[in-house]
C-alpha cells in the first residue's frame, strides 16, 4: 500500500511524503503507482521550473518526500500552495477510486 503523508503549518502544506508500493499490479503495469508518482513528481518539477524553488527532497525507489522552503514570499508561497492543493485533490481522488492500494494522511 502506497501512504501519503501531507504535512501542513498553519493550514498551509508545506510538505509532502509518500511511501511504499500499491502492489495492485506487477512493475511495470501498476497504474495505482504510476499515478501516484506522476502527481507527486509533476509537484516536484512545477514548483521547481514554474517558481524557480530550490527544494529539499528525497527520492528513491518506493519514497519521496519534499518539504518546500519556509521563508517564501508571501506571492510565492500562495502559488507553490495551489500547486500543492491541487496534487492533493488529485491524490485523494484516487485514493477513493483504490482505497486499498493508496491512503492519503492529511494532517
Not at 497504474?31 to 521550473?49: D, E
Not at 514554474?50 to 529539499?56: V, Y
Request: hydrophobic share 40%; charged share 25%.
Amino acid at each position: 500500500m502506497i501512504h501519503v503523508r501531507v504535512k501542513r503549518t498553519g493550514g498551509h502544506i508545506t510538505g509532502l511524503q509518500v511511501k511504499g508500493h500499491s502492489g495492485s499490479a506487477p512493475k511495470g503495469e501498476d497504474i495505482v503507482c504510476a499515478g501516484v508518482s506522476a502527481l507527486v513528481q509533476t509537484l516536484y518539477f512545477s514548483l521547481q521550473k514554474l517558481l524557480q524553488l530550490e527544494l529539499a527532497a528525497e527520492i528513491r525507489d518506493g519514497y519521496f518526500d519534499l518539504d518546500m522552503p519556509q521563508d517564501l514570499p508571501e506571492s510565492v508561497r500562495e502559488k507553490a500552495a495551489l500547486l500543492a492543493e491541487g496534487t492533493l485533490v488529485g491524490l485523494v481522488s484516487m485514493e477513493k477510486s483504490y482505497p486499498e492500494y493508496l491512503q492519503v494522511h492529511d494532517e
